[in-house]
């Protein structure tokens, strides 16, 4: 069994980022015609309850000419990282100088920020991973369990056929770096490889999950549609 991580197409801006944007439905096309053109079939599918992934799943199937019914499990959705700006946020800057005068650089009259992920991402990422409690928004262990038990619940021992999923960046890393025994913050290096619509795949033996390719973006390369935001 290959199970197909996909990561969602290009999202809107960062004051409406569940959706696609117009390039991410071209994004999702191109999977679809990609994945097509390889001879891929898929035997289930499933998504994450958000929008820009369910989105990515209906062009791409809708391009595959794939009938397989989508399952939605809310599990494969991204952490909150609004949710880490509004509550968390805040916070930091009245506290971390350099904090406040990376967001006075990178955010604060400069609209191509969110076409990026900027420095305060990260040091907003770095404090919720390193235990930082944030209201109303799951702890990065919460987080790291509810994903690794959705992929539980995909893994059939000694079953064929190709599976997807539909999902973000996060959880396709996570899955990735399990499959290596990476643990860490180089979780998040991988997840900030991947590209919007790109696929990595991981094959089932008996002995678990095996990585078998990461980041495959080429389809999206002769239309200069590479994005990662």
């Not at 968390?88 to 990178?106: C, H, I, K, N, W």
């Not at 404090?127 to 790291?144: I, M, Q």
Request: glycine share 10%; hydrophobic share 40%; charged share 20%.
């Amino acid at each position: 069994m290959r199970l197909y991580l996909i990561r969602h197409g290009q999202a809107g801006s960062r004051q409406d980022y569940d959706r696609l944007s117009e390039i991410g439905e071209q994004q999702a096309v191109l999977l679809g015609k990609a994945l097509q053109d390889s001879g891929v079939s898929l035997s289930s599918v499933w998504s994450g309850s958000m929008v820009r992934q369910r989105e990515t799943a209906r062009v791409v199937l809708e391009t595959m000419g794939c009938s397989s019914p989508l399952a939605i499990d809310d599990r494969w959705n991204e952490f909150n990282l609004d949710g880490l700006w509004a509550e968390l946020g805040p916070r930091m800057l009245a506290s971390d100088t350099v904090f406040a005068r990376l967001y006075s650089q990178e955010h604060l009259d400069n609209p191509t920020a969110e076409r990026r992920t900027t420095a305060c991402d990260v040091h907003l990422i770095r404090a919720w991973f390193g235990g930082e409690a944030v209201e109303g928004v799951e702890s990065w262990e919460c987080f790291r369990s509810r994903v690794l038990g959705a992929r539980e619940t995909i893994e059939r021992p000694g079953a064929a056929g190709n599976v997807a999923v539909f999902t973000s960046a996060t959880p396709a890393g996570l899955c990735c770096a399990s499959a290596l025994g990476i643990d860490g913050e180089r979780i998040f290096r991988m997840a900030a490889a991947l590209y919007n619509a790109s696929y990595s795949v991981l094959r089932w033996r008996r002995n678990g999950w095996f990585l078998e390719s990461f980041n495959n973006a080429g389809h999206l390369a002769p239309a200069g549609l590479l994005t990662e935001r």
